[in-house]
């Protein structure tokens, strides 16, 4: 059995939680689908403070759970958040302080209160 984290969530399949891996596989199926292109786990975006003629300040580092690549290019970002318990003070500055530094991604939170794959109705074809 894996040990769980702080927040006591179960790791699986190598992502943190058992919410992100339901939400992984919804994803997959939008890129099999075509309407993603890319996905990107955990991928690093440095949080940068920039003065006009001063050094670059660097603040912190931020990892959300998917950078997502859409089919024209653009870049949207999934939080995966399953529960008011990892939505901390920390989180909530970083997603301010991401959203200022990069306005060109489009920054979703996805709270997902069963970490179950998601079940889609079945298709009756013979009517």
């Known amino acids: 059995?894996?040990?769980?984290n702080k927040y006591n969530n179960t790791p699986i399949n190598n992502y943190r939680s058992k919410a992100e891996?339901?939400?992984?596989?919804?994803?997959?199926?939008?890129?099999q689908a075509g309407r993603i292109k890319k996905i990107e786990y955990e991928k690093q975006y440095e949080i940068v403070l920039k003065k006009r003629?001063?050094?670059d300040t660097h603040i912190c580092y931020m990892l959300p759970d998917f950078t997502l690549t859409m089919p024209d290019g653009s870049k949207v970002v999934h939080e995966v958040?399953?529960?008011?318990a990892t939505e901390?003070?920390?989180?909530r500055l970083k997603m301010k302080l991401f959203k200022?530094?990069?306005?060109n991604i489009r920054y979703?939170?996805?709270r997902i209160k069963s970490w179950k794959p998601r079940r889609?109705?079945?298709?009756?074809?013979d009517r």
């Open 1 to 4: 059995m894996q040990r769980k």
């Open 21 to 31: 891996y339901a939400h992984s596989l919804y994803l997959e199926s939008e890129k």
């Open 53 to 55: 003629g001063q050094k």
């Open 81 to 84: 958040k399953g529960g008011r």
């Open 88 to 91: 901390t003070d920390v989180w």
């Open 100 to 103: 200022f530094c990069f306005p």
């Open 108 to 110: 979703e939170v996805h």
């Open 120 to 125: 889609f109705p079945s298709i009756d074809i």
